[in-house]
């Protein structure tokens, strides 16, 4: 079996093995970084997880407009058609206007 | 292989046989969020993806954009202590057999 010694290497075979060492490993976290976005950006999530500040419109993306009231049935209570749900969650997220 | 290419092969596969690799990674990830990296990349990001368009961003368009800019990113505190950990391993490792 033949054996390979390290410390028959020069310093400076061993910084250059160290070094792309270190570049593998910060390019490992880049790789994992875009997958992260990659999928925010395909599940929908990547303005509420990733883009903290602006909004939706930075994207492209039209904001839904805000008619007021939901009139969703779910969210028509039975026996109380005038009164919704808590007016706050009734109007759209600021992010969405 | 030339010889070369077998000792960076063995050392590769010392680095992820001795765990010594997802060690590294462990210690990274902490110290990449603290320095406020990922939020550098975060905004970098967003401007690729603005250019390219929600729609069309594809893993090779970050990878192209973001990659680079990951590394340059990288504070000089965090790339001096990981290489002297990385420096560390290999002098320990003296003996390596194939």
Redesign the interface.
């Known amino acids: 079996?033949?054996?390979?010694?390290?410390?028959n290497?020069d310093t400076n075979?061993?910084?250059a093995?160290?070094?792309?060492?270190?570049?593998d490993?910060?390019?490992?976290?880049?790789?994992g970084?875009?997958?992260e976005?990659?999928r925010a950006?395909k599940c929908g999530y990547?303005y509420l997880e990733?883009?903290?500040t602006?909004s939706v419109k930075?994207?492209?993306?039209q904001p839904v407009e805000d008619k007021g009231a939901c009139r969703l049935p779910l969210c028509s209570l039975p026996g109380e058609p005038e009164n919704g749900p808590d007016q706050q969650l009734q109007r759209s997220p600021p992010e969405f206007q | 292989m030339n010889k070369d290419a077998q000792m960076r092969a063995a050392i590769n596969q010392k680095l992820i046989e001795t765990g010594k690799r997802e060690c590294f990674k462990e210690l990274l990830r902490p110290k990449l969020t603290e320095c406020v990296w990922k939020d550098q990349l975060k905004v970098h990001c967003k401007e690729v993806i603005k250019e390219k368009g929600l729609e069309h961003i594809t893993v090779d368009d970050l990878v192209a954009e973001i990659t680079p800019k990951g590394r340059a990113l990288v504070p000089d505190s965090v790339k001096k202590e990981l290489l002297q950990r990385i420096r560390t391993f290999l002098t320990r490792a003296r003996w390596l057999s194939l």
């Open positions: 079996m033949e054996e390979i010694s390290l410390a290497l075979k061993l910084e093995i160290a070094q792309e060492i270190y570049v490993l910060i390019e490992d976290s880049c790789l970084f875009c997958f976005v990659h950006v990547f990733f883009a903290e602006g930075d994207f492209g993306i």
